[in-house]
Each structure stands twice: as C-alpha cells, then as structure tokens.
C-alpha cells in the first residue's frame, strides 16, 4: 500500500501509469509481468478505457494485491524463472515498464510469497534488429565431454555470452581457474560445433532450447580430448567450426556464414541426388518442410543449378535481400543436389531469412506457409530483372471487357516485376466487388503467387460447463457442450437447455478464477472469449435481470477468517482466505435483515454444511477469550476498508489483512460471550473478494444492497473445520457427455470442394471494409474471386490454422486430392486460357495441434520420378498414396505440357530476353509517359 493512506484517485493513478505505458522498449531496460486479468480489474477500476468508465472509482472494482498465481508454472512455490507455457502477451499477461510497475507495487502490494517476474528487454534479429522483451528464458543442457550422459539444465537469457556460459559451466563442474577450456554445440552424437568466439551472445551463436553445451578441458600435454581445431575462417561472422565425429571439418568460405563442414561420415559420395535430408536447427522443421518441397520443383533448381540465377542478382533492389537470399538459397541447392550427402545443415540460410524477417530469427516454431511466402518474395526480389521501376497507376474496369482489363493488368505487374518467380508461380485473379449501398461495381486484375483455400467443415467446439442450480440439494453437474465455434453465449446456453431442460434465459454463465467471479459474460458476447483452460460455471436463477423489482441476484464468496498474533508489536493480523466455488444466490430486494440473509445462506449451502445444534458450544473458551485466543467476532473486522481503503498485506492468497491492537476493542467486542455465535459473518467486497468495502452490522435493520454488491461469507475457523464438509462442498456429478467420445461424421472433402468455396460470393466483415468511390465512403460490400490465369506451379495452401487472441485451432479434417491430372479448367472464367491439368510434386505436412506440432515433407524426385520422404534430416522412400494424408498442409502442383518441361537454357534465354524488352518498355514509359504494348509483355501464362 502507499504510505499515506492508500493509493492516489483513479484519475491521479490512471494518468501516471498511461504515462509511463507510452515509454518505448530500449536494449538492456527491465520490464516486469503482471497478471492480465488483475491489470484488467485495475483499469477498470481506474476508468481506464474511455468506454469503460461505469466502475471507475467504485470499490466493488478495487482490484486489491498484484497476483500473478496465474502465470507461474506451480502457485504454491512461485519461481519467477519458471512459468506457466504459452503464455500470450496481452492475453495472460501484461508487461510493464518498470516504472509503472514500482507504482502499483506502491499502491497496492503483491501477494504474500509471490516474486515480482522481471525480465530484461533484449535485441531481436541478425540485421534488422527490434527490440523485444524476453518473457521466456532459454535453457540449456550443460555437460562435460568425458560424460555426456550427465546433462544438467539451466536457463539463460538471449543476451548472455558464450564467456558468461563458459563461467557459469567452470562454475556448475568446479573446474579450477588454472584449466584452459572451449565449449562446443552439440548437434547430433556426431556433430559438434565449437563456439570460440566468447563475446557472441546466445542469439549470434544461434543456440536453442534444448540446445546440448559441452565443456572440454585441456589435456595436461596441452593437447584436447576433441583434437585441434583448423580454424579457415577467422573473418567469419561467427567464427564456428564444425566437426564430425573427432576429425577436423574443412571450411566452405563466405561473407557472410560460418565455417562448417555439410557431410555426415557415411553419406558422402553415395547419395542420389536431392535425396539430402536437412537438420533441425532447434524447431526448424517448419523451414526444412518448406525447402524440401521448393527444392522438387524441377524449372527452379535447374534454374540454380544451373547459375543463371547469378547473371539476374538484383542486390541494389530496396525492395530486396541485397542478394544474400538468393545466394544462400542457392548455396543450399548445391549442396542438397550434390550427390555428396546424405544430410546438410541448412544454418547459411537460416541465418540470411533471420536477418531480413526477424520472425524467423528465433528458434520458435513456425509455419511452413509463411516461411514459403517470405521465401518466393525475397527471392523474387533478389531476381528481379527490373532494375528501376517505372510507375505503373492502376486503374478499374470501367465497363470495359475483361480480356482488356485482365492484359493492362498483367502487362503492368510485368513492368515491375520480372523474374523466374513470376514466370513460374505467379497467376492472375479477377477480383469483384460490389457496394450495397450505391451498386457501384469494381472489377480489378490481381496476381498471386499461391492459392490459399477454406475447408468447408462446419466448425464446431467442445465446451466443458458445470451446472449449479438452484436447488439446494442438488450437486453441480459437469457438462460437455457442442457449440458453433463462432458462436455466443446465448448458443452455449440454448446447448445446455436442451440436457438440462432449464430455459436459457434462467442462466448465468460465469469464468470461475481462483474461488471469485472473474467474468459474467452477456448472452450476446462471443464464445471467442472462453478459452479451453477456462474454468465455466452456469448459475440457475429464477431471474436475470438486473432490473426486476422483487429479487436481486447477489454474488457471493467464501471467505475463512484467520488471525495470526504479532506479540512484538501488540497486535493480531487478521486476514482473509477465498475457498470453495462462489455462488450466485437471489434474495429478496427489500426488508432483508441479517437474520434473514444468514438463514438464506444456511439453506442455499445445507447441502454440504450442518447447522450447530442449540447446546453445542463450538465456540467454546475461544469466543469468550476471543482476543487472547485469537479468534475474532463479527464486528472485530468492523474497522477495516469501511471508509472503502482496502489493506492488502500478508495473505498468502488475496493479501487482505488489518493490524488490531488487543486494547483498541469495542464493548460489543469485549462482551462477545452475549453476541449470537454465528458460524460466518458478513461484509461487503470488491468483486475480487479481497478488499472490503463495509461491514454488515448484525441487527434487526433492512441491509441495503445493490445491483453491484458482492458479498463474503467470512467463515470463524473453527466453525468451518466442524460443520463445513469440504468435500461434500466440492463433489459434483458427471454427465455422460464428458466422457463419451463425439460421433463425428466422416466428412468427405475434395479439394475442389475448397476451391468451390474460395470463389463463393461473400461479404466483407464489419473490420474490413471496403471504400467505396462512388459513396465517398467505407462499405462492407460484397466480394468475389475467379480465377483468370494460372501459373506453370500452382502452389496451394490449405487454411487448416484459425485463431485469434483468444483461442486457436487446427483443422485436421481429411482432404482429398488428386497426385495427377488436376483439372483446374473447370474453374477459369478465361475461355481463351488453354490448357491446365497438373501433376502434385510435393506436399508439406503439419502434424499436431496449435503452437507446435512437427512439419515433413513429400517430393518427388525429378532425378528418377519416385516419391521420397523427407522428415529433417531423413530421407526414405514413399509411395504415390501416401501423399495423401490429414496432414498435408502445403501441396505443389506442376503444370504438365511441354512448356512447364522446357529445358532450362531455353527458359534462360527467354528471361533474358524478357528482362530487354521490359527494361526498354519501362525506359519508354519513363521518357514518353505511356507503357508498351510490345509483344514480350504478354502474359506468359496458360
């Protein structure tokens, strides 16, 4: 708490803490986490969000102590270095400047045993560098070379360097100061990789979770266990060798890689060609999924191999790479279509991609999809023949026909675009748009370099729910519900209905956090909201209104009473604990006295508590000594928060305390033995429970509540232990949709089902609107795609990931796809297109959920026409149908006809032909305002 009496007005805390909220991340800065849905209490206790003003100030939105319980991965021994997995920013988890952090520690303290999580702001990315605070610390497996099998794990941060590892391991195996050491990387059983360059950090070393470190000391000859290491490139950018097994590997020079050796011992010089298998870096399966399958597309490794890619480099491109991807990408192709290794090491490349899209610079999981995306782009980029763009204005239909306006458009995209990418992936959609408003109509001409499709499954969701209803006797009941997946609460309730026959708008459905009411959702809120962990509890109630005249449905929480007596300083702690489910219990609006509310109370819990019978002093000497013993009555807690300033100290759970001097009692008090021994006593809260706002007097005057009242039940110890069966309390019933498995019909999808439904007429959605030249303003109007002209690889991306901030999932819906003779002509509005079936040559696989999972690969091979496995760094051979899986994600289509199988020196000869005549086109725009027509800017695609 602040000194002084609590914290400041909410206007006075909400402009501070805004303030420093606007301070930008710096290198080096520490920032702390704090619970998402503690600082959401907050702000709304603040008026933070200007549409959020109605509780501003109200102490029933008092957020009492930080509690961060939530974010560490075991409560009961918080360790800020150890979290809870997959925490999202924003969503479980707010971070915090420090600045802001010390004030609201000022103002409202931290739970009793809780650690402030502190993290330090670290710099992200090999060349464009961001800055990015570091939530999860790396942990790494630290050994020594003579016993490797002795791993011992330990976590550091992205910044530390490779001397601060090498301390720390001298440290960890009591290695003395007069030992010369090295530390290696160890890949595979092997692999290893010695890191001599000390100043490198974790993230220059390009180090991963996981990520085995082994410590090797000097022999007393001066020689080492692993031999000497040749080092060939000392002007690399991170000075690593790599070394197979014990010998020392030769160097493969470059600018801008490391010194390292691809082979593996028994691959070389007797591998088929491209049957080379790529390592996992640390969770780079992702990006070996999508190499693999760009490396079995046959006109653009001959392209590489070839070296034609190096009279097109564009490196003063801004739009580009300066080449580097290009470069490094062929450099890989090399080495894959070598014939000399069974694996290689794809670090060259990862490197590159994690210098221009910092995304990619980490060692999390990613999508093969994107990285595919970034990767056709950058090496278009790198490629482009263009060497200075002319300005091309683009321009509607206008009621002209489409074979003109489909021309203009891909002549323009061709005076600014020209490279093997586009001769081979990109083709044209017709796009059209129509405004509801005005009718206005705009048609325009857009390439693509890949289709993504919809799956047309009906999307559902599983929801677990447990029922409390209004019967007393009766026990919760957990339910699993099948609702739409985009569906509200109101649907969640109507599924309930229909088990429990209990009208939808009889319910209440609720997120039960930590023993209290986090949220009461509107019937009309998304089920986007609810995430899988969240615990849903659905109330019975005989209304649910806020407005009716009789009842008042009044929220309620479970409070235990303990004092803990602080001789030294002459007084007793008195704190409160939240426990067991909170209820929601109507009672009548007016007239309602104590006895009344605790009678309501007594019958809305009989099922799990037993009344004291009249002659059971279960209070025993502790009530009539109740300050010597420590044991307080109803009115001792009547000092505390009445003035709506809530203590928050010393409770290991909500952190809710008050200091009592023993002489400070009142009469009432000190004759506690004429008072009516009561099991609990009432106070009004805030709707965390953990600051009090008022204590109810117990006398025979009607207690005013409102429709923001939450009340505690603050339950005497002893009373609690004896007639409060905790247990009972807790049981609840299972209904058999828990535990049956859903029936799930078979769906059979096509993937030209997936097509059918891309080129669906839809509208657009309320955020992405669509500005209308006519109305002069945004419009959510109608939109629909067909498909003008195809490429000679039709790349297509099956949309199997949905999410969003508050939930994520994975379709692993069963599609089915041709591997030959994909007709695509049924689907082009253009009649004069021509010819385009396809032959699939790859597949990317997906296996697993969401946030992880484990990417491979399907290729077929252009050396011998068979079907080939690739899962990292394996290869073995497939057949046809298996291709066909619930896991392809990606799938690669090559056109079949003598143009897509041209030889590579004709498709030479007809870049650089084009790349003339384009770059005179645009010369001529330049000078003469207007673009060619000439005959090399038509399209070149079937």
Not at 287 to 316: G, I, K
Not at 669 to 682: A, G, T
Request: charged fraction near 25%.
């Amino acid at each position: 708490m602040a000194e002084g009496g609590g914290p400041p007005e909410p206007k006075v805390q909400k402009s501070q803490v805004s303030s420093d909220l606007k301070k930008e991340l710096k290198k080096g800065d520490t920032w702390y986490l704090v619970d998402a849905k503690w600082f959401k209490q907050w702000k709304k206790y603040v008026g933070y969000d200007s549409w959020d003003m109605y509780g501003m100030g109200d102490q029933a939105t008092f957020p009492g102590p930080i509690d961060n319980a939530a974010l560490y991965k075991d409560p009961q021994t918080p360790d800020s270095l150890h979290l809870k997995e997959h925490l999202i920013d924003e969503l479980d988890y707010m971070l915090l400047p420090t600045e802001a952090w010390d004030k609201l520690v000022s103002w409202y303290g931290m739970v009793n045993g809780q650690q402030p999580i502190a993290r330090k702001v670290v710099e992200h990315g090999m060349f464009v560098k961001h800055c990015k605070v570091e939530v999860y610390l790396m942990e790494l497996k630290l050994c020594q070379n003579d016993n490797l099998e002795n791993c011992v794990s330990q976590q550091f941060s992205k910044a530390d360097t490779i001397d601060y590892i090498e301390k720390e391991m001298r440290k960890l195996f009591a290695i003395g100061e007069d030992k010369e050491t090295r530390v290696w990387n160890k890949y595979m059983s092997n692999t290893y990789e010695h890191l001599n360059k000390p100043e490198n950090t974790v993230q220059d070393a390009g180090l991963y979770q996981g990520q085995i470190l082994v410590i090797e000391q000097q022999n007393e000859d001066g020689t080492w266990p692993r031999g000497n290491v040749t080092n060939k490139s000392s002007s690399s950018s991170s000075g690593r060798n790599m070394e197979m097994g014990t010998y020392s590997a030769p160097a493969t020079r470059s600018s801008y890689s490391s010194t390292y050796d691809y082979s593996s011992e028994r691959g070389r010089g007797q591998v088929q060609p491209g049957l080379c298998g790529l390592s996992n870096l640390g969770n780079t399966c992702f990006m070996n999924s999508a190499l693999q399958c760009l490396s079995n597309v046959p006109v653009l490794t001959r392209y590489f191999l070839e070296n034609h890619y190096q009279e097109e480099l564009n490196s003063d491109n801004p739009l580009g790479m300066k080449g580097e991807i290009a470069k490094t990408y062929a450099e890989l192709i090399k080495q894959i279509w070598s014939g000399k290794y069974s694996y290689t090491i794809p670090r060259n490349f990862k490197t590159a991609v994690g210098r221009f899209a910092p995304q990619f610079s980490g060692y999390q999981q990613q999508d093969s999809h994107e990285l595919l995306a970034f990767l056709l782009d950058g090496l278009h980029e790198d490629l482009n023949r263009i060497r200075k763009k002319p300005y091309v204005e683009l321009r509607d239909a206008d009621g002209r026909p489409d074979d003109e306006v489909a021309d203009e458009a891909w002549k323009s995209h061709r005076l600014r675009n020209d490279s093997i990418i586009v001769d081979t992936f990109h083709g044209l959609f017709k796009s059209t748009l129509v405004c509801p408003e005005c009718s206005k109509i705009s048609i325009t001409f857009d390439p693509f370099c890949y289709l993504s499709l919809p799956l047309p499954i009906k999307k559902e969701r599983f929801i677990e729910v447990v029922l409390i209803r209004m019967d007393p006797a009766a026990k919760p009941m957990q339910y699993k519900l099948s609702v739409p997946k985009m569906g509200t609460v109101q649907d969640l309730c109507e599924a309930l209905s229909r088990l429990t026959k209990i009208s939808p708008d009889k319910m209440v459905v609720t997120d039960v956090y930590n023993h209290r009411f986090h949220k009461v959702f509107a019937p009309d809120e998304g089920l986007s909201h609810i995430l899988d962990r969240d615990d849903i509890y659905v109330y019975e109630v005989p209304v649910n209104t806020c407005d009716d005249p009789d009842t008042l449905i009044l929220p309620v929480y479970m409070r235990e009473r303990k004092v803990r007596q602080n001789p030294s300083y002459n007084y007793n702690n008195v704190s409160t604990v939240l426990f067991g489910t909170p209820l929601l219990v109507p009672i009548p609006r007016k007239n309602t006295t104590y006895e009344d509310l605790y009678r309501i109370m007594l019958q809305k819990m009989s099922r799990y508590i037993q009344e004291p019978d009249s002659g059971d002093e279960w209070y025993g000497e502790e009530i009539k000594n109740c300050v010597k013993d420590g044991v307080i009555g109803d009115d001792d807690m009547k000092n505390d928060n009445i003035d709506g300033e809530a203590e928050s100290e010393e409770d290991s759970s909500q952190g809710n305390d008050s200091h009592m001097n023993d002489n400070s009692m009142s009469d009432d008090e000190v004759n506690c033995d004429n008072r009516p021994h009561r099991m609990f006593s009432f106070h009004l809260v805030n709707s965390y429970g953990s600051a009090e706002i008022e204590h109810i007097r117990d006398d025979d005057r009607p207690i005013k509540f409102t429709n923001r009242s939450y009340l505690a039940l603050d339950w005497d110890p002893k009373a609690k232990e004896k007639y409060y069966d905790e247990k009972q309390a807790e049981e609840l019933d299972v209904d058999e949709t828990v535990n049956a498995t859903p029936m799930r019909k078979r769906q059979v999808i096509s993937l030209k089902d997936c097509i059918q439904l891309f080129l669906v007429k839809e509208k657009l959605g309320a955020d992405d609107p669509w500005y209308c030249p006519s109305c002069k303003k945004h419009q959510q109007a109608t939109k629909k795609f067909d498909l003008w002209s195809l490429p000679k690889i039709l790349v297509i991306h099956l949309k199997r990931f949905s999410y969003n901030r508050y939930w994520r999932d994975k379709l692993d819906t069963m599609v089915e796809f041709p591997t030959r003779d994909l007709d695509m002509s049924e689907f082009i509005i253009n009649d004069g297109h021509g010819y385009a079936t396809y032959d699939l040559i790859g597949v990317s696989n997906h296996y697993g959920g969401m946030g992880g999972g484990h990417y491979t690969a399907y290729g077929k091979s252009r050396e011998d026409t068979q079907w080939y496995y690739f899962d990292d760094s394996s290869v073995s051979p497939a057949s046809e149908d298996q291709c066909v899986s619930k896991a392809a994600y990606v799938l690669f289509y090559e056109l079949k006809g003598s143009r897509c199988e041209r030889s590579e020196k004709q498709t030479a000869q007809a870049n650089r032909k084009s790349a003339a005549a384009t770059q005179s086109s645009a010369n001529c725009t330049e000078d003469n305002g207007t673009a060619s027509s000439g005959e090399d800017d038509s399209m070149e695609i079937n």
